[in-house]
Structures are given as structure tokens and as C-alpha cells.
């Protein structure tokens, strides 16, 4: 005869001790906990998920992810960089040949030379890109492009810097300011990785600064205005080619770490739902997914005309097996059964659920009544033949079920509960033949229709939502609008107008500062420069360039307007009004020199275009309105005295509206990553959010009954063990366990039926977690009319008052049980265990309290029992007295 292991059983999912950590074992120390903290951290690290947040706050600055993130990385990008540096190609070498044709009057001294240089680049140039177009593996690897492109640009600018140092004329080395202008496509149109344009810069700058030389003073002026123009051009295109590869890089984290949340969030919720539909102690089904189903086969019944089978089955004597071996011993019992139940029914194609306590259901559909009746048979006879010892059974010496078959077709029913009737009343029969045994009935119309399927019962709330999870209410966007707008893009560089709304009243703060800050350091920079450049137009009095600082002085004064809670348009047309008139001024200024080199000195007019749309990060617009008033006023002011004057002012132009054109290309491409950022930001914390509610509401689901609202076994057995550990280390503290079970809880149900049971469990729960309340307790549904009371630092006086206090409490709520053999109200038996009564463990506390309640079970039932000792009897509880014939031994 096999036995049942009476150990209680943890949820196979949720093990409640942790490693060194149990009640039963010694408390891990300070250091082990620290070491276990940095595993855990280390583990998170492992995941992709935990790679990603890491190299997110770590902030990524060297742009370089570690190995694996890296790889993808590069994967992800390859297709799309190939064409963007094809495409660059293609209009590079379109370019190269337009200017250098309209340039010729310009390197007109340098004779042929000129013609050779513009030819034998052009040969490298298309070269290459015919190279890269058909070797075969050529761009496998994104460095290949790299190459491609680094070649081409120092292939121009050694050509330009050979330039200026053989030529001694002040056209030449005017032109040669165009190495900025190569390094600017490179690194913003092309978008170069910023590792291959720091290279590029430095070997530029090192070699202009080293071979260039004027051959004349003046000459040597304008190679060192060119130096100092080329330092501070490529300072801040670095700057802003560093800025476009890290958004890019933390916007493809960011898309990744959404990718990765977005998956836990729908395994948690798929999670989540599985918790909602089943039974914590069995893993089959509960009652609520089974009548989901149910509904489900008889609507496809209705279109199939095919008949259902429902099979209810209940263990016999079930409670006589728990009075008699415990419920630890129950426990194992039924989970035995419910993997026996679960392999049949497996191989019929149907579900099984546990109804509650020791009731299961099969729903098998299709399914004609002989093979429905076959499949009742060998569900009984693998039970018995299991071989699970019951003693106690006046059926048989091992355990049993009985089962009641229901048979019908949507067709002959008004509603599956019709059907669910009919296995109950058929259950019923082969109870009354005896058990261990089964009986068949067809379902009558019992006009309840197709309505609810749970009769009365009050069911558990569905699981939330996911639009109940998606936290919108702080941004009023949710994660489909972002979505959305993600995959549409923002090319016109704005958002539709709520989403516009959203981000501008999120970055205006940060907004404010920054333009004041900037607005300030583009007056200083500006001002700085002139008067160092001072050699550059020394035909200029002190009174005109102290009236163009004085000017200045009065725009700074206005600059606090950006302080101002503006809108947001209102603000940046503030400040591009502001360089606006830096530009005229600046151009009306240098129209008082009649010298050469005041026009080569004109090209840094592109720097006011650069602090609207790289320093101060303005949108295109704002950028191309600054660069139209720039090119406008210069070509306004500027008015060359001779044929000589009329190249350098025109190549000057070209430079300046070229440098423009980049400037703008750069200002759409920061605006469009920094708008997509806060977009995938936004998205990120929605799925935060949405994750920390949707894993808020799986852990109070999996610690909470789902028909009564109490804890379950799961979060008894963490909040046991807790407490015992609480009590192990102070000993003036302990703890008290009251198991409660409600009398003769089974006639109830055969007589008023489950939906009347469950409402009576629900109302019991209900008295329970206000008495655990009011003693600092936990209630907890321990399974089927099964509940316990944990109460941590109480005394035995107290604790047997709160048994009494259920009692008394479950007594007066005046719930009829005209069924039940103690009393024609309902009544509960109470068994009170306390922690230290030579007890050693939260097993053997269980295991006491629950030899308390068997005796008072036998003792009458309602009644309350305190264990005390291994060796001593289970004594009634001294509690206060009770009006006459209120209660039976131990509550009166």
C-alpha cells in the first residue's frame, strides 16, 4: 500500500527559502549577504536586458559597447550606413568636379598642377567607389566604408594643403579654408564614425599647420587666420559628429532595451494570466478558466452540432483523509491525483480543473456518452489502482473518487450550466450508491439560458488589462502613439501636435538655460575672435569695432528674455533673431575694410549658422533662417574693390553657403535624434511602468487566493517563515498559527450547491481578514473550506482570544447549514499552535496546529484546541464564556 508523503509541499514555482536562509537553518551572515547581492548584480549583468541598463548609465562616452552589444550593433546599422556611404560617395565626387571647375580662376597660378590634383583625385575617388561596388566581400564590415571615405578625404585636403604650400598667392591660400568644408561632409552628411574623423582632423590640422607657410607677412596673416579659422571649425564639428554617433548609439540601446521589456512585459502578462486561471497547489486549471472554456466548446458546439461531456469528480471521504493524516498529507494527496487526472485527460484532448478543495472537473469535446462513460471508468480505476493509503475510508483501503458524468449537445441545453447541473446530480447519485463509482445524466432545461455559468458566485476580478497597465496618465500619450510615431518618423522636424505639445513642455526648463548660456557664450566667442583677428582689417578705427562690442554688449543685455517662461516658439525666435542681427552687424562691420584679407577673414560669418544649429541646437528652420540672413547681409555689405577682391568675396560665399548647407544638414539630423530619443524614452518609461504593475499585479496574484482575496499557501509559507526567523532572534517573541476549518463544510456544498459555497467561503474570508487585521495577523486560504491565522509577537492569552474570536464572529454572521450535524448555523474548528512549545521549525508548528484542530474535530467541532507539547494531550483553549448552548467545548 503506498503512502503519502506528509512534508508540506512549496509551489513548484515559488520557492519560498532562500538558499542558508530558512527558518530551519542558520540566517545569512552580513557578508554572505553581500556577496549574494553581487552575484545577483553580476547576474543581472549576464542578461542582454542587464547588459543594456549597464552600458546605459555608464553612458557609453568611449562609443564602444562591449563585445556582444557591439556586434549586434554593427549588424544592425551595416545595411543602412552601406547606403548612406554610398549615396555620400555618389554626391561627393558629383561635387568635387562642380567646384573644382567653377575654382579654376582661383589655383589659376598654380598652371597645370591645378588640373592634374582635380583629375588624379577624381581617379581615386571613383576608384574606390567602383572598388567598393563590385569586390566581392568588400563591405561586410562597416569599417570598410570607413576607409573608403577617410581615403577620400585626406586624398582632397593633402591635395589643398600641397597647394597652399608650393603657392605664394593670396587666392590659393584663401582656397585652402576648404579642408573644413571636406571634413564637414565626412563627419555630418556623411555621419563618419567619429574615431575615423578624429583621425582625419588631426592629420589635417597637423599637416596645414606644418607644411603652410605665407611666403609674405600678409601672406603669413592669412595662413594664420586660416589655422586658427580651421581649429575652431573642427573643434566644433567633432564636437557634433561625437553627438550624432552617441544618439545614435543610445538610441539604439534605448530600442533594444524597449525590444526586451516589451518581451518580459508580455511573458508577464502572459504570466499573469496563467496565475489568474490556475489552482496554486496543483497547477491544473481552477474553476474560472474551466467555465471559461466550457463557454467556449458550447459556443463552438452550437456551429459544430457536436455533443460535450463535463465529468466532475470528488475524492471520497476526502475529509475523513485529512482528519486523519493531515493536511500536508492532503495536500500531497491531491497533487498526486491531479497529475494522474492531468496524463488521462492529456491523451483525450480535454482540460481538467480543480474546483475547489477536493472537486475536479473534465470538460471533453467533442465526446459521444459511451465514450464519455469509458473515460469516467479508467479515471476511477487508475485512482484506486495509484494506491494512496486511506484508511479511514469505509469505501476501501486506498483513496477513491466518485464521478458524475453530464452529457448533452448546445442543441438539447438552454445554457452550459445546464450541463454542469447534470454532472452534479449525476456525481451525487454515484454517492449515494456507495462511491467509487460513476453515473451518467443529460441536462434539462432549467431556463437559466446561457447567462452566468458560476450561478451567485462572486468571481475574482479578470486579471488587468493591458490598457489598464499602460501609466499614461503622466504623459497622456500612450506606448501605440509612440509606436506609431516611430514608424512614421518626424521628417518636417515636428511632432503632431499633442505629441509636440508633450515634448516641448518637457524640455522647456532645460531649454531656457541652455539658450541663455549659449546666447552668451556665442557673444563672447564672437567678440573674442574679431579682436584677436584685429590684424585682418586694420583699415577698421577702434571707435567702429568698440561700437560693434558695445552693440553686443546691449544684445547680452537682453539675453535674460530666454529665461522667461516663453512659448517655446517665441523663445527660439528670440535667439535666432538675436544672431540674426550679430550677422548683420558682423557684415556691416567688415564692409568698412577695403583690404583682401578682411574678405578671406569673412568666411567665419558661418559661425553664427554653427551656434544656432550645433551649439544652440535649433531646429532647420531656425538654422536656415540664420544662414539666409547671414549669405544675404554678406553679399549686402561685402562690395569687392577689384577683379582680385571679386574671387576671394566669391569664393568666400561658396565656402560660407556651403558650410551653411552642412551646418542645416547637421542642425536636422541633431534635431531628428534628439526628437527620437525623447520618443524612445518616453516609450521606455511606459514599458517601465507598464512592467511594474503588470509584476505588482503577478506577485498579488501569486501570494492571493482568487475566489476569497486572502493570501494563499504561497505567501503563508514566506510570511511563516519570516516570522519564525523574527522569533528565532528575539526570545521574548513568538509565534502563533491558527488553523480553522469550517464545519461540516461539505454538506454544505452537496446541499446548497458550489455557488453557495463559494459565497460562504467569500463571507468566512471576509470575518477572518477583519479579525487578522485587528490583531496584526495574516488570514490565509490555505485551500477548499481550509484557513489559517498567522500571528507574529503574540502571547498564548491573546492568540486564544482571537480563536474565540472567530468563533463567535463565524457564529453570529447567522449563515443557515441546515446540513450540517453540530449546529443549523455555520460553525468553524479552531486549532492553535505557538512557536514555543518544544517546536522546531515552521513544519512542526504547521503539523501541531493541525493536530490541535483534529482534535477538536473530534472533540465536537466548534471549538478551539491549543496544542501543548509533544508529549502532553491537546487541551481546550480557556476563553471567556458564552451565552448557554452558543458553543460546544473550548468556545463556551
Known amino acids: 500500500?503506498?503512502?503519502?508523503?506528509?512534508?508540506?509541499?512549496?509551489?513548484?514555482?515559488?520557492?519560498?527559502?532562500?538558499?542558508?536562509?530558512?527558518?530551519?537553518?542558520?540566517?545569512?551572515?552580513?557578508?554572505?549577504?553581500?556577496?549574494?547581492?553581487?552575484?545577483?548584480?553580476?547576474?543581472?549583468?549576464?542578461?542582454?536586458?542587464?547588459?543594456?541598463?549597464?552600458?546605459?548609465?555608464?553612458?557609453?562616452?568611449?562609443?564602444?559597447?562591449?563585445?556582444?552589444?557591439?556586434?549586434?550593433?554593427?549588424?544592425?546599422?551595416?545595411?543602412?550606413?552601406?547606403?548612406?556611404?554610398?549615396?555620400?560617395?555618389?554626391?561627393?565626387?558629383?561635387?568635387?568636379?562642380?567646384?573644382?571647375?567653377?575654382?579654376?580662376?582661383?589655383?589659376?597660378?598654380?598652371?597645370?598642377?591645378?588640373?592634374?590634383?582635380?583629375?588624379?583625385?577624381?581617379?581615386?575617388?571613383?576608384?574606390?567607389?567602383?572598388?567598393?561596388?563590385?569586390?566581392?566581400?568588400?563591405?561586410?564590415?562597416?569599417?570598410?566604408?570607413?576607409?573608403?571615405?577617410?581615403?577620400?578625404?585626406?586624398?582632397?585636403?593633402?591635395?589643398?594643403?600641397?597647394?597652399?604650400?608650393?603657392?605664394?598667392?593670396?587666392?590659393?591660400?584663401?582656397?585652402?579654408?576648404?579642408?573644413?568644408?571636406?571634413?564637414?561632409?565626412?563627419?555630418?552628411?556623411?555621419?563618419?564614425?567619429?574615431?575615423?574623423?578624429?583621425?582625419?582632423?588631426?592629420?589635417?590640422?597637423?599637416?596645414?599647420?606644418?607644411?603652410?607657410?605665407?611666403?609674405?607677412?600678409?601672406?603669413?596673416?592669412?595662413?594664420?587666420?586660416?589655422?586658427?579659422?580651421?581649429?575652431?571649425?573642427?573643434?566644433?564639428?567633432?564636437?557634433?559628429?561625437?553627438?550624432?554617433?552617441?544618439?545614435?548609439?543610445?538610441?539604439?540601446?534605448?530600442?533594444?532595451?524597449?525590444?526586451?521589456?516589451?518581451?518580459?512585459?508580455?511573458?508577464?502578462?502572459?504570466?499573469?494570466?496563467?496565475?489568474?486561471?490556475?489552482?496554486?497547489?496543483?497547477?491544473?486549471?481552477?474553476?474560472?478558466?474551466?467555465?471559461?472554456?466550457?463557454?467556449?466548446?458550447?459556443?463552438?458546439?452550437?456551429?459544430?452540432?457536436?455533443?460535450?461531456?463535463?465529468?466532475?469528480?470528488?475524492?471520497?471521504?476526502?475529509?475523513?483523509?485529512?482528519?486523519?493524516?493531515?493536511?500536508?498529507?492532503?495536500d500531497a494527496c491531491l497533487v498526486s491525483l491531479s497529475e494522474l487526472l492531468r496524463q488521462h485527460v492529456d491523451a483525450e484532448h480535454g482540460v481538467v480543473a480543480r474546483m475547489g478543495g477536493e472537486e475536479f472537473a473534465v470538460l471533453l469535446h467533442p465526446c459521444t456518452a459511451e465514450r464519455a462513460m469509458a473515460v469516467a471508468r479508467q479515471l476511477c480505476e487508475a485512482v484506486k489502482a495509484l494506491g494512496i493509503e486511506h484508511r479511514a475510508s469505509p469505501v476501501a483501503a486506498c483513496v477513491t473518487v466518485s464521478i458524475g458524468v453530464g452529457i448533452g449537445s448546445p442543441e438539447s441545453a438552454n445554457g452550459p450550466a445546464d450541463l454542469i447541473a447534470a454532472a452534479d446530480q449525476a456525481l451525487y447519485r454515484a454517492k449515494a450508491q456507495g462511491r467509487n463509482g460513476i453515473d451518467c445524466a443529460a441536462p434539462t432545461a432549467s431556463g437559466q439560458g446561457s447567462g452566468s455559468i458560476e450561478g451567485g458566485a462572486s468571481a475574482p476580478s479578470a486579471p488587468p488589462s493591458d490598457a489598464s497597465w499602460s501609466g499614461q496618465a503622466a504623459l497622456?500619450?500612450?506606448?501605440?502613439?509612440?509606436?506609431?510615431?516611430?514608424?512614421?518618423?518626424?521628417?518636417?522636424?515636428?511632432?503632431?501636435?499633442?505629441?509636440?505639445?508633450?515634448?516641448?513642455?518637457?524640455?522647456?526648463?532645460?531649454?531656457?538655460?541652455?539658450?541663455?548660456?549659449?546666447?552668451?557664450?556665442?557673444?563672447?566667442?564672437?567678440?573674442?575672435?574679431?579682436?584677436?583677428?584685429?590684424?585682418?582689417?586694420?583699415?577698421l578705427t577702434d571707435h567702429q569695432l568698440y561700437t560693434f562690442l558695445g552693440i553686443s554688449g546691449v544684445l547680452g543685455a537682453l539675453t535674460p528674455l530666454l529665461l522667461c517662461p516663453l512659448q517655446g516658439w517665441l523663445r527660439e525666435l528670440l535667439y535666432t533673431e538675436g544672431i540674426c542681427a550679430a550677422a548683420v552687424l558682423s557684415s556691416y562691420l567688415l564692409s568698412f575694410s577695403d583690404e583682401i584679407t578682411t574678405l578671406s577673414y569673412a568666411t567665419s560669418l558661418f559661425f553664427l549658422p554653427l551656434f544656432s544649429g550645433l551649439v544652440g541646437r535649433q531646429t532647420v528652420w531656425h538654422t536656415g533662417a540664420t544662414s539666409l540672413v547671414v549669405l544675404g547681409s554678406a553679399l549686402f555689405f561685402l562690395q569687392p574693390a577689384d577683379a582680385r577682391q571679386a574671387l576671394v568675396l566669391r569664393d568666400t560665399i561658396v565656402l560660407v553657403a556651403v558650410a551653411c548647407l552642412y551646418i542645416m544638414i547637421a542642425a536636422y539630423n541633431l534635431d531628428r535624434a534628439d526628437r527620437r530619443q525623447w520618443v524612445l524614452r518616453q516609450l521606455e518609461r511606459l514599458r517601465h511602468i507598464e512592467l511594474e504593475e503588470a509584476s505588482r499585479a503577478l506577485h498579488e496574484l501569486s501570494m492571493k487566493d482568487p475566489l476569497t482575496g486572502l493570501a494563499n499557501r504561497r505567501r503563508f509559507e514566506a510570511e511563516c517563515a519570516r516570522a519564525w526567523s523574527q522569533a528565532a532572534r528575539h526570545e521574548d517573541s513568538s509565534v502563533a498559527l491558527l488553523l480553522i476549518d469550517i464545519d461540516h463544510f461539505k454538506r454544505f456544498n452537496d446541499g446548497y450547491g458550489h455557488p453557495a459555497g463559494d459565497r460562504c467561503l467569500q463571507g468566512v474570508a471576509q470575518i477572518l481578514d477583519d479579525v487578522a487585521e485587528s490583531a496584526d495577523g495574516l488570514a490565509v486560504r490555505l485551500g477548499g473550506e481550509e484557513f489559517a491565522i498567522l500571528l507574529p509577537r503574540v502571547t498564548p492569552e491573546v492568540a486564544a482570544e482571537v480563536a474565540e474570536e472567530i468563533c463567535v464572529a463565524i457564529r453570529a454572521s447567522n449563515v443557515p447549514h441546515d446540513f450540517s450535524l453540530t449546529d443549523s448555523r455555520l460553525t468553524v474548528s479552531v486549532g492553535l499552535a505557538m512557536s514555543g512549545s518544544g517546536l522546531h521549525g515552521t513544519s512542526a508548528l504547521l503539523s501541531a496546529a493541525d493536530r490541535a484542530l483534529y482534535q477538536a474535530k473530534r472533540g465536537g467541532r466548534n471549538s478551539v484546541m491549543v496544542y501543548q507539547g509533544q508529549d502532553m494531550p491537546v487541551e481546550a483553549a480557556s476563553v471567556r464564556p458564552a451565552p448557554p448552548g452558543d458553543l460546544a467545548v473550548g468556545c463556551g
Not at 540566517?27 to 554572505?32: D, Q
Not at 509606436?483 to 516641448?504: D, I, M, W
Open 1 to 330: 500500500m503506498r503512502t503519502v508523503d506528509s512534508t508540506p509541499r512549496l509551489h513548484r514555482d515559488d520557492p519560498v527559502r532562500g538558499v542558508g536562509a530558512g527558518p530551519d537553518g542558520p540566517a545569512p551572515s552580513r557578508w554572505s549577504a553581500r556577496r549574494a547581492s553581487r552575484r545577483r548584480m553580476q547576474a543581472a549583468a549576464d542578461t542582454p536586458q542587464g547588459l543594456i541598463e549597464q552600458v546605459l548609465a555608464r553612458g557609453h562616452l568611449g562609443l564602444f559597447f562591449p563585445q556582444p552589444l557591439e556586434q549586434t550593433f554593427q549588424h544592425d546599422i551595416a545595411a543602412s550606413r552601406r547606403r548612406l556611404m554610398l549615396v555620400c560617395a555618389l554626391v561627393g565626387i558629383a561635387t568635387f568636379w562642380v567646384l573644382s571647375m567653377s575654382d579654376a580662376q582661383m589655383l589659376a597660378s598654380l598652371g597645370h598642377k591645378q588640373a592634374q590634383g582635380r583629375h588624379g583625385i577624381l581617379g581615386i575617388m571613383v576608384s574606390s567607389l567602383v572598388f567598393a561596388l563590385l569586390m566581392p566581400g568588400f563591405g561586410n564590415r562597416n569599417w570598410h566604408y570607413e576607409a573608403l571615405t577617410f581615403l577620400n578625404t585626406m586624398a582632397i585636403n593633402a591635395t589643398l594643403v600641397a597647394a597652399g604650400r608650393i603657392s605664394a598667392d593670396v587666392l590659393v591660400l584663401t582656397h585652402t579654408q576648404a579642408v573644413v568644408l571636406v571634413l564637414m561632409y565626412a563627419a555630418l552628411a556623411a555621419r563618419q564614425r567619429f574615431w575615423w574623423s578624429l583621425a582625419s582632423v588631426v592629420i589635417t590640422a597637423t599637416a596645414y599647420m606644418g607644411l603652410v607657410e605665407g611666403k609674405t607677412p600678409a601672406l603669413q596673416q592669412i595662413v594664420d587666420q586660416n589655422i586658427k579659422f580651421i581649429l575652431v571649425a573642427f573643434t566644433f564639428t567633432l564636437a557634433c559628429n561625437y553627438l550624432f554617433e552617441r544618439g545614435e548609439r543610445r538610441a539604439w540601446l534605448l530600442r533594444q532595451l524597449d525590444i526586451h521589456k516589451r518581451a518580459a512585459l508580455v511573458d508577464t502578462q502572459d504570466r499573469l494570466r496563467l496565475l489568474s486561471h490556475c489552482d496554486a497547489l496543483t497547477g491544473l486549471f481552477n474553476r474560472r478558466r474551466f467555465m471559461g472554456d466550457l463557454d467556449a466548446a458550447w459556443r463552438n458546439g452550437l456551429t459544430t452540432r457536436h455533443p460535450l461531456a463535463v465529468l466532475m469528480l470528488d475524492v471520497d471521504h476526502f475529509k475523513l483523509f485529512n482528519d486523519t493524516y493531515g493536511h500536508p498529507a492532503g
Open 476 to 539: 497622456q500619450l500612450t506606448a501605440d502613439d509612440l509606436e506609431t510615431l516611430l514608424e512614421k518618423g518626424h521628417e518636417c522636424a515636428r511632432f503632431p501636435s499633442l505629441v509636440e505639445a508633450a515634448y516641448e513642455q518637457r524640455r522647456a526648463p532645460g531649454r531656457r538655460r541652455h539658450l541663455f548660456m549659449v546666447a552668451w557664450l556665442g557673444l563672447i566667442c564672437i567678440n573674442a575672435y574679431t579682436f584677436h583677428s584685429r590684424s585682418m582689417f586694420t583699415d
